[in-house]
């Protein structure tokens, strides 16, 4: 019989063999938005054993050890593998948990493979097995019939459909379990911003592509090895919001981030596709005693998110869909370990002193607190670069009081003759535009020096844009002359 509340979930794109991981907004049930877990109070069958496990780390004077509550190996600072769990108590779940998950996803779908809701709660299958058994005598499921390697088909009974359109009432998640928060806290340590002391060729390296003199990149250098969060500001098309976004590249390429977190019982949704680019793991290791990584975590790219004029206040708070149950991280959660661009500072529809009384504490603090809807408060590590990008000088935006808690203020200047000629070539190999030093001074002579225009850095990929444009229409191959300069000139100065 078939139980599901939409008779398409069961024959959509779960229903031909591809797995829901909970993360997938186009569907109705399911995890959209997820949230983080704290320990203890939840109900959880971790009990009080994670804070015994963090009294016995190694304290070693030399090597800083960080040991996750859900049982991972040990791990320097800067290096994070989550193993799987091989316990519900490992797992820092309890057996009420995982049973909402698995009877939500059977009632979604009908009949299914026990490997099936193991894979797409993110628990191994050995851990589930039990449940399983456990579900049949209190007479929730149905063995249906045998499937392979020991497995079974279940279905769930009338008892069990009415306990899971119960829970469904609480949260329409059933995507990946959630990550307790002691192992969401472990993972920031471990991957933190804060332990990177780049040094000059890091930084050289992360901002290869960009045109920036010696005094500017020492600049950028200090303040991201201060960790403070700085002001980037100038005119606009110098290259800001480029700079910012190359940041991250200085502290390394990946981290491992949770799918979900559980905070007091309930799921926040945390792994993010917007925002967060998932990497394709080519083959998977183990640990010393051969266990498989946790796939409750995914590995993804070290994030650089940026919010610009859009951005209001309540989404740097937990953000609850009341159709769904299902609540959705805050932007400085989902940078945690990477970097957050405040991108057009100043031009937000609130005051730049209520984005600042929101975010220095946790900025200085490096932790946050965050509200549930069930009214309950917990604390979350913040642990990001936070950069400010503005076209208006910081102290317009602020007074003196707030400036100084942001100590680097970097200005971005526009381009000299020489920087704008760097800025032509280079951009001009990555178009293939043959380069001439001639058609660039022509421009610099008759189109910016006699028109008292100041150069920026952005010209030189715009006008070379329009330029390959043409000749795209034209089917001619682009060139760098006077003729395709005066055209291009025209174009994008035409109101300026």
């Known amino acids: 019989m078939d139980h599901s509340p939409?008779?398409?979930?069961?024959?959509?794109?779960?229903?031909?063999?591809?797995?829901?991981?909970?993360?997938?907004?186009?569907?109705?049930?399911?995890?959209?938005?997820?949230?983080?877990?704290?320990?203890?109070?939840?109900?959880?069958?971790?009990?009080?054993?994670?804070?015994?496990?963090?009294?016995?780390?190694?304290?070693?004077?030399?090597?800083?050890?960080?040991?996750?509550?859900?049982?991972?190996?040990?791990?320097?600072a800067g290096s994070y593998t989550p193993w799987a769990p091989r316990t519900l108590e490992e797992a820092g779940l309890s057996a009420r948990q995982v049973e909402a998950?698995?009877?939500?996803?059977?009632?979604?779908?009908?009949?299914?493979?026990?490997?099936?809701?193991?894979?797409?709660?993110?628990?191994?299958?050995?851990?589930?097995?039990?449940?399983?058994?456990?579900?049949?005598?209190?007479?929730?499921?149905?063995?249906?019939?045998?499937?392979?390697?020991?497995?079974?088909?279940?279905?769930?009974?009338?008892?069990?459909?009415?306990?899971?359109?119960?829970?469904?009432?609480q949260s329409s998640y059933f995507g990946a379990a959630p990550v307790s928060l002691d192992d969401y806290t472990a993972s920031?340590?471990?991957?933190?911003?804060?332990?990177?002391?780049?040094?000059?060729?890091?930084?050289?390296?992360?901002?290869?592509?960009?045109?920036?003199?010696?005094?500017?990149?020492?600049?950028?250098g200090e303040a991201i090895t201060a960790g403070l969060g700085f002001f980037l500001f100038g005119a606009p098309g110098n290259g800001k919001t480029s700079i910012a976004e190359r940041v991250t590249a200085v502290f390394g390429t990946t981290v491992w981030i949770p799918r979900a977190i559980n905070a007091w019982g309930e799921v926040i949704r945390f792994y993010d596709p917007s925002v967060h680019e998932a990497i394709e793991e080519e083959a998977e290791p183990l640990s010393l005693d051969r266990r498989a990584i946790d796939k409750r975590w995914i590995r993804i790219r070290r994030p650089t998110i940026v919010a610009g004029g859009e951005l209001t206040l309540d989404r740097l708070e937990v953000t609850t869909n009341k159709t769904t149950g299902i609540s959705e991280a805050p932007l400085q959660l989902k940078s945690n370990c990477g970097t957050f661009v405040m991108d057009d500072f100043?031009?937000?529809?609130?005051?730049?002193?209520?984005?600042?009384?929101?975010?220095?504490?946790?900025?200085?603090?490096?932790?946050?607190?965050?509200?549930?809807?069930?009214?309950?408060?917990?604390?979350?590590?913040?642990?990001?670069?936070?950069?400010?990008?503005?076209?208006?000088?910081?102290?317009?935006?602020?007074?003196?009081?707030?400036?100084?808690?942001?100590?680097?203020?970097?200005?971005?200047?526009?381009?000299?003759?020489?920087?704008?000629?760097?800025?032509?070539?280079?951009?001009?190999?990555?178009?293939?535009?043959?380069?001439?030093?001639?058609?660039?001074?022509?421009?610099l002579q008759h189109h910016f020096k006699r028109a008292d225009r100041p150069l920026r850095f952005c010209h030189a990929r715009d006008l070379l844009m329009q330029i390959r444009t043409a000749a795209l229409f034209r089917n001619q191959r682009p060139e760098l002359t006077k003729e395709a300069l005066d055209a291009a000139v025209k174009n994008y100065f035409s109101v300026v």
């Open 346 to 443: 100043g031009r937000q529809r609130f005051r730049p002193e209520e984005f600042l009384n929101r975010w220095i504490v946790p900025m200085e603090k490096r932790c946050d607190y965050l509200n549930m809807k069930s009214g309950r408060t917990f604390q979350v590590p913040i642990d990001q670069l936070v950069v400010l990008s503005t076209n208006m000088n910081p102290r317009d935006l602020l007074d003196e009081a707030f400036l100084r808690r942001i100590p680097y203020k970097i200005d971005v200047h526009s381009p000299t003759e020489s920087q704008f000629h760097e800025a032509f070539q280079r951009v001009a190999k990555q178009f293939g535009i043959a380069y001439h030093p001639a058609a660039v001074d022509y421009l």
């Open 6 to 76: 939409n008779s398409s979930m069961g024959t959509g794109a779960a229903g031909n063999g591809a797995n829901f991981d909970g993360d997938d907004s186009c569907w109705a049930v399911g995890a959209r938005q997820a949230t983080p877990a704290s320990s203890g109070r939840d109900g959880s069958a971790k009990a009080a054993n994670t804070h015994n496990h963090a009294s016995d780390h190694d304290r070693s004077e030399n090597v800083e050890v960080v040991t996750a509550a859900n049982g991972s190996a040990p791990m320097t």
């Open 101 to 169: 998950l698995c009877l939500k996803f059977l009632l979604s779908r009908g009949i299914v493979a026990g490997r099936q809701i193991a894979e797409q709660v993110a628990l191994p299958f050995a851990l589930l097995e039990k449940l399983f058994h456990q579900w049949k005598v209190e007479q929730l499921v149905v063995f249906k019939q045998s499937a392979s390697l020991g497995d079974y088909l279940y279905e769930l009974t009338e008892l069990g459909v009415q306990r899971a359109r119960r829970y469904l009432r």
């Open 188 to 220: 920031v340590a471990a991957q933190s911003v804060q332990s990177q002391r780049p040094d000059h060729n890091r930084l050289r390296q992360a901002f290869a592509d960009l045109v920036l003199d010696d005094a500017t990149l020492g600049q950028i």
